[in-house]
């Protein structure tokens, strides 16, 4: 397993921005398949955004689609969200992922996770 920090949090107003980044203590962070969920409050862990292991692919929610962006920098070992257009229902712990194998859309594929991120969008 890889240890993962997640940092950049914080409260936005509806249709702002926010930049989420995920620090790795992986050496060789180019070997894992990387991936953002969330989770509300009540609600379960859901996919977000997933990225191969060199960044060449990617796939998203339905519900981020054209929002969101996923991207990593493997020479910082760091996996990043960039959030545009927030909105209320935004709102959720925001959670990286990573995996050597796995790259799909449930939480329980995926063998290392972060402590969390808060992200809150005001109405």
């Known amino acids: 397993q890889v240890q993962l920090v997640e940092s950049g949090g914080g409260l936005v107003q509806a249709g702002g921005s926010l930049r989420l980044s995920c620090a790795t203590s992986?050496?060789?962070?180019?070997?894992?398949?990387m991936a953002w969920f969330r989770q509300a409050p009540g609600k379960e862990r859901e996919f977000v955004a997933a990225?191969?292991?060199?960044?060449?692919?990617?796939y998203y929610a339905d519900s981020v689609k054209g929002r969101f962006a996923i991207s990593r920098d493997n020479a910082k070992n760091t996996l990043y969200l960039q959030m545009n257009s927030l909105k209320p229902e935004d709102t959720a712990v925001y959670y990286c992922a990573a995996d050597l194998a796995y790259y799909g859309t449930s939480w329980s594929g995926w063998g290392s996770w972060g402590q969390g991120t808060q992200v809150t969008v005001s109405s």
């Open positions: 992986a050496r060789t962070a180019s070997s894992y398949k």
């Open positions: 990225i191969t292991k060199a960044g060449l692919n990617t």
